[in-house]
């Protein structure tokens, strides 16, 4: 798989004890604010798994320009590395849903997070759903950014295709068009992403050419510094209201400095902590949830709760 790469916690799978159990996490790079935070929540529930003689390994890929096909190789990698169970992220259902029914052909139990929602889990077979509902997440941000004052909102995906992204746009459409506005999206190449140079001079493109676009809104927190950028190089901080997906310290200190409008919170450290310990609570006892979606967001974070998001920023959990 030279495509992909691999990150795992100190215990590999297979020093797993007898009675223990081999979880294994698909996410994202290791080096995404986001995924950084979803590993720091997969590692704090990983130390009950390994007390009881278990192990939890995490894969991620080295980029995200092949996304689909990279993590169905992963899914298969955790199923020939002896995955008691996996957990996964189904961001391009046409690329991974293969790998996905295979995990569950062998009755190896499976948990989708992050991506896909409760319909995904369903229609795959797997335990439940844990994450933020995207469709739901993009259409409450619209909806906000219209009390705002809004109008005509730029939705910035640099994972154009992915299935979240794709959900999260189309939610801002719906939720802005609610309040009498509307909303389009400016899709980048997913190699622009996390490229700040790239990403805030195309916002800047896109603002020059539509003087009418009064809101920005990204899909990432490294996006969503470069839209600042790039609304700054516009010269139209005073016009163009910034939303974002996911947060972390600089979007909320732009936002509590009154510079960005909003971040929508997911929640990522509940998302891998949740999933890791409902795997293990599912394996060693048969454990499960009646909520099913089991949902970590959405939260919508502005001035007027930015002092206990900051505090949970500095601890590292949002």
Not at 78 to 88: K, L
Not at 159 to 178: F, L, M, Q, S, Y
Not at 259 to 275: C, E, H, R, T, V
Not at 291 to 307: E, H
């Amino acid at each position: 798989m030279a495509s992909t790469g691999t990150s795992e916690s100190p215990a590999a799978a297979g020093n797993a004890k007898p009675g223990g159990t081999a979880i294994f996490v698909i996410g994202g790079k290791s080096d995404d604010p986001f995924w950084s935070k979803v590993k720091r929540g997969v590692e704090a529930a990983a130390e009950v798994v390994e007390a009881q003689g278990g192990t939890v390994t995490f894969l991620g890929p080295q980029n995200y320009d092949n996304l689909g096909p990279d993590a169905a190789k992963l899914i298969d990698s955790a199923v020939s590395q002896g995955a008691a169970a996996i957990i996964g992220p189904d961001w391009v259902p046409e690329a991974e849903d293969a790998a996905f029914k295979r995990v569950v052909q062998k009755g190896i139990p499976l948990i989708i997070y992050n991506a896909g929602g409760i319909e995904a889990a369903n229609s795959l077979g797997a335990l439940n759903y844990v994450g933020s509902d995207e469709y739901t997440a993009g259409k409450t941000g619209g909806e906000f950014f219209g009390k705002q004052g809004a109008k005509n909102v730029l939705c910035v995906n640099t994972v154009p295709g992915a299935a979240n992204t794709e959900a999260r746009c189309r939610g801002i459409a719906d939720g802005v068009k609610a309040t009498g506005g509307t909303s389009k999206q400016l899709p980048m190449p997913s190699s622009n992403f996390g490229n700040p140079t790239a990403v805030a001079q195309g916002i800047k493109a896109a603002l020059l050419k539509d003087d009418t676009i009064d809101g920005v809104v990204t899909i990432s927190t490294q996006d969503a510094d470069s839209a600042a950028s790039g609304i700054l190089q516009a010269s139209l901080t005073d016009k163009v209201k910034l939303g974002t997906f996911d947060l972390d310290e600089s979007q909320l200190n732009r936002i509590k400095d009154g510079k960005q409008l909003f971040a929508i919170d997911q929640q990522p450290y509940m998302q891998g902590f949740l999933s890791v310990s409902m795997a293990q609570g599912y394996l060693k006892y048969g454990l499960e949830l009646p909520q099913k979606p089991l949902l970590t967001g959405p939260a919508v974070i502005s001035k007027d709760n930015i002092d206990s998001a900051i505090a949970g920023a500095k601890a590292g959990v949002r």
